[in-house]
């Protein structure tokens, strides 16, 4: 008996090494197929569970609708996208580390996770790893300034997103508002779209106040709002999350702060930032990286309203710009395939580099830093509950409602 | 002068919704020697039982807490009955473990039940201020603080006048020798965590009132509840408001006048002043930290 059990441990032992050591590199089977694998870890529980989950859609109807249209063939064999998914608990070391863990399996094409902590733990070590990832979920510019190659972020820089909400104001809002107070979140994506906010507001003539910060994911904003209410802003721009967003709105109505409007990053294209708020979220302008409106089209996924149809349709519920920009990553890599022709991580990063196209997501062009800085963001607002694009005009559903007070 | 005073009443009223959810957090700590780790998560299941209550029957939340510390109580009865008392003689670090084990079940459980979407509870009323001169008072956060009040006092009475509560503070005091005078140590223990969880209940609900919860908040509540105990000392009822708003005072005078990002490195600061002058709290009592265990 005792034998016996030590021969299962062994055996047991032996089959676990084997499957350490499986490798899940590029492999093609009899059917002609060519399984690409894929890793990317995503925060499925934690902080930032609810994105992470979005983002995992997004790859999912990207990896469902490529392997069904089949467009292109390598060698003769068509290609089929595997992607193997971690939860990195919405923490940054283990973002990092999941990729490691990916690399020792010889997966070296990766697909980000959510969040510019996350993100930028993630890209020291793909360079390491000399893999490549494309990210649908960092969109600080300080990812891109610290030299690194192998990480290409389908997204419009952090700076754009306040600075954006102020070029529509500036082109949209009659009579026109004078004064703007930045309120912003302390981590690091969030001071960056800060900066960029005040850069833009400044250099359209706008009176910016000093800035007001506040921990990162709080629930409290009070004290930055008793600090700007006596000088009364005519705008107030929240460089914020979900969190602080919703804080933003509830806190400035509990102390009497009434600006001509509020306009938040990240937070109102969230769908449940209208139906948390109620009437409190309507009008509330926000920086979108995608909408259905979203002008450009591609082979696999056609227009941003094509996209929107289908994706309702096999998740049950309304595309964010979280789901698009994750679905955009991933076409980013598939499209650099077809053009390197290769499943090479090196020659993946080659075509990433020179990719030049349009997709349901817009333009889709990485600079020299690996940013995709020439996709513009799209401004909605809360219009009856609903997410309406109203800005740029070219994309607009409806005239931005200007001005209004709570 | 206004502002001085609108960001003193502020910090009062945040400082009594986090006297709310570590009311119950410091009652299990002081009576049973227990860090609970999974307090938080019971005020998020709080919170969404009665964002339930109001999905489904309309509940106004203020009724609906009722509902939700009803729950809890029940939950927390089978858990210390069957499972913590199991260990409960044991070192402080398998409780902890224990509690943590719960939490992360708890976690899951909620992530997997009612998603990791942000919720709320909407009122007509929640975001709408008494104004006193040039001073905003938030009704429900002023209602939350009031119920604090009460809840202290209420659980002062309680513990002082009913045999319950006479049995509570006894098994507190040494579990030894009030088994020897025939208290039934076990389920006065799973009392007292049901109490604490229907108390954890009723703090998620305003909770869900006045912000967005989700289940990666539940860490955040637990911490909260944990420095407010410390703060206020163990073994006196009145701690966890006593710290709370000091708490709340402190985090609202130092976003004020410093920098906004300083807040909890500014409460923390506090919290280790104190603790070098008062080791037990501001009205902890030194008992509590040494007592007798059998």
């Avoid at chain 2, 969880?197 to 305003?206: D, E, H, Y």
Wanted: charged share 15%; proline share 3%; aromatic share 10%.
């Amino acid at each position: 008996m005792k034998k016996n059990s030590r021969s299962f441990v062994a055996v047991t032992a032996a089959i676990g090494l084997v499957m350490l050591g499986v490798n899940y590199a590029p492999v093609a089977n009899a059917a002609g197929t060519l399984t690409v694998s894929i890793g990317a870890s995503v925060p499925l529980t934690g902080s930032l569970a609810k994105e992470g989950l979005l983002t995992k859609e997004g790859y999912q109807f990207c990896q469902t609708k490529v392997n069904a249209v089949s467009l292109f063939t390598i060698g003769g064999k068509s290609i089929k996208l595997d992607i193997t998914y971690q939860d990195d608990t919405s923490k940054p070391d283990l973002a990092a580390q999941n990729l490691s863990k990916f690399n020792d399996k010889g997966m070296k094409l990766i697909l980000s996770s959510y969040g510019s902590a996350n993100v930028n733990a993630q890209a020291a070590v793909v360079e390491l790893n000399k893999q490549t990832m494309v990210d649908s979920g960092g969109a600080d510019d300080n990812i891109f300034n610290k030299g690194y190659t192998r990480t290409f972020n389908v997204m419009s820089p952090a700076s754009e997103y306040a600075s954006s909400m102020v070029k529509a104001i500036n082109d949209l809002a009659r009579p026109k508002p004078v004064k703007f107070a930045f309120l912003s979140a302390d981590d690091g994506f969030s001071k960056t779209v800060t900066a960029g906010g005040i850069k833009t507001a400044k250099a359209l003539g706008f009176t910016t106040m000093d800035p007001q910060y506040f921990p990162n994911a709080t629930s409290d904003v009070s004290a930055a709002l008793n600090k700007i209410k006596a000088d009364k802003p005519d705008v107030i721009i929240g460089s914020v999350h979900f969190v602080e967003g919703v804080a933003l709105i509830k806190q400035s109505k509990e102390l009497g702060v009434q600006p001509q409007s509020f306009a938040e990053t990240v937070a109102p294209p969230i769908l449940e930032f209208a139906s948390t708020l109620g009437p409190l979220a309507e009008n509330v302008l926000g920086s979108s990286q995608w909408t259905s409106t979203t002008k450009g089209r591609d082979k696999y996924f056609g227009t941003a309203a094509n996209y929107a149809t289908e994706f309702a349709a096999a998740f049950g519920h309304e595309a964010t710009y979280h789901n698009a920009e994750a679905t955009a990553a991933c076409l980013a890599m598939v499209m650099s395939i077809e053009k390197a022709k290769s499943i090479d991580a090196d020659k993946v990063q080659a075509a990433l580099k020179s990719l030049n196209t349009m997709s349901f997501f817009g333009t889709i062009h990485f600079d020299s830093t690996g940013q995709n800085s020439s996709k513009p963001m799209s401004v909605i607002q809360i219009q009856k509950g609903k997410i309406i694009t109203v800005w740029p005009r070219i994309s607009a559903q409806a005239k931005m409602i200007w001005p209004y007070a709570k | 002068m206004d502002t001085f005073l609108q960001v003193t009443a502020y910090g009062l009223l945040q400082g009594g919704l986090l006297a709310l959810v570590a009311v119950g957090f410091s009652l299990v700590w002081g009576i049973m020697n227990i860090v609970n780790l999974s307090h938080g998560a019971f005020v998020i299941l709080g919170a969404y039982i009665a964002w339930e209550m109001q999905s489904w029957f309309g509940l106004d939340p203020f009724l609906g807490m009722f509902v939700s510390a009803a729950v809890l109580f029940c939950i927390g009865y089978v858990i210390q009955r069957y499972l913590i008392n199991l260990i409960v003689n044991g070192p402080v670090f398998i409780t902890l473990l224990l509690t943590f084990g719960i939490n992360m079940i708890f976690i899951q459980s909620m992530n997997l039940i009612f998603t990791a979407d942000f919720r709320s509870i909407q009122t007509s009323y929640g975001s709408n201020s008494l104004k006193i001169g040039a001073i905003h008072i938030p009704v429900v956060r002023l209602l939350a603080f009031l119920l604090a009040i009460l809840i202290s006092f209420a659980l002062v009475a309680f513990v002082k006048r009913t045999r319950t509560g006479l049995s509570i503070m006894a098994t507190g005091m040494d579990r030894g020798a009030a088994r020897l005078m025939g208290i039934r140590a076990r389920h006065v223990y799973a009392i007292t965590f049901a109490i604490s969880a229907a108390l954890a209940g009723m703090a998620g609900t305003m909770i869900a009132t006045i912000e967005t919860f989700d289940p990666a908040k539940a860490g955040k509540f637990t911490l909260m509840a944990f420095v407010v105990a410390v703060l206020g000392g163990l073994g006196n009822l009145y701690g966890a408001l006593v710290g709370g708003l000091l708490i709340g005072l402190v985090e609202s005078w130092a976003g004020q006048y410093l920098s906004g990002t300083w807040v909890n490195g500014i409460a923390f600061l506090v919290l280790i002043i104190v603790l070098i002058f008062r080791p037990n709290g501001l009205v902890g009592k030194a008992f509590y930290a040494a007592r007798v265990e059998l």
